[in-house]
């Protein structure tokens, strides 16, 4: 059964450093790779996807990275801003072969941007 | 675009009373819908899986007579709670994706379910 964890729980930072969030996931056998915004009491927002192919994917202040056969991912936020406290969800779509794509999801990282 | 819009956004109710939570995508047409579950402090948890016009798939542990999954047309979906209890009281969040895997899944803003 895959398992999705996230490193550290929760992260407060002054406004404009550089940070790293960490993702490890157990079964290697993914389809792809999504990183999701979550603000208190709201629903997702994706952030980046990766197909299991990919190695990274950049979308502005964001990076991604993809290490598939070590079951790790990152995402880096460059230039921290207040506007970026939420929780960040990391979910992974195993490569089953069947017709519906399951996200499992770990438990998200709080990130606290301090102006 | 690809925006999907989950109604309502909280229900508050006595235990007894059954709710029915709609998800729409309002600009794509949603092959797939997905319904989770979200606990403070917890992970989402897929409760089930649904195809326009076929029975939901559901998860392992997640009561079909508990938790009604319609998916109608390939623009909503309905997840009804029957007969709600307090240990129902969670986030209840949908999610709809146009195509496969390859594809994001675009998700709704939840609904908060509190049962007395």
């Known amino acids: 059964k895959q398992e999705v964890t996230q490193i550290p729980a929760a992260l407060s930072v002054p406004e404009g450093e550089n940070l790293v969030l960490n993702c490890s996931f157990t079964?290697?056998?993914?389809?792809?790779l999504q990183w999701f915004r979550q603000d208190p009491g709201k629903g997702l927002t994706s952030l980046l996807l990766?197909?299991?192919?990919?190695r990274e994917q950049t979308s502005g202040r964001l990076n991604a990275s993809l290490d598939k056969s070590s079951g790790r991912s990152t995402l880096y936020i460059a230039a921290s801003q207040p506007g970026d406290s939420a929780t960040y969800l990391c979910?992974?779509?195993?490569?089953?072969?069947?017709?519906?794509?399951?996200?499992?999801f770990g438990k998200g990282t709080l990130l606290t941007v301090n102006p | 675009g690809a925006v999907v819009s989950q109604h309502p956004s909280r229900v508050i109710c006595k235990s007894g009373t059954s709710v029915k939570i709609e998800c729409r995508s309002l600009d794509f047409q949603a092959t797939t819908m997905f319904w989770y579950r979200q606990f403070p402090k917890q992970s989402l948890m897929l409760m089930a899986t649904s195809n326009e016009g076929s029975k939901a798939t559901y998860e392992q542990g997640v009561e079909k007579d508990k938790f009604l999954i319609n998916h109608a047309s390939l623009t909503l979906s309905t997840l009804t709670v029957t007969s709600a209890h307090p240990e129902d009281s969670s986030f209840y969040i949908c999610?709809?994706?146009?195509?496969?895997?390859?594809?994001?899944?675009?998700f709704g803003d939840g609904t908060r379910l509190s049962i007395l």
């Open positions: 979910a992974v779509i195993d490569d089953s072969g069947g017709s519906n794509y399951k996200l499992t």
């Open positions: 990766i197909q299991s192919s990919q």
């Open positions: 999610s709809a994706s146009y195509g496969m895997g390859n594809q994001p899944q675009h």
């Open positions: 079964d290697s056998a993914i389809y792809n």
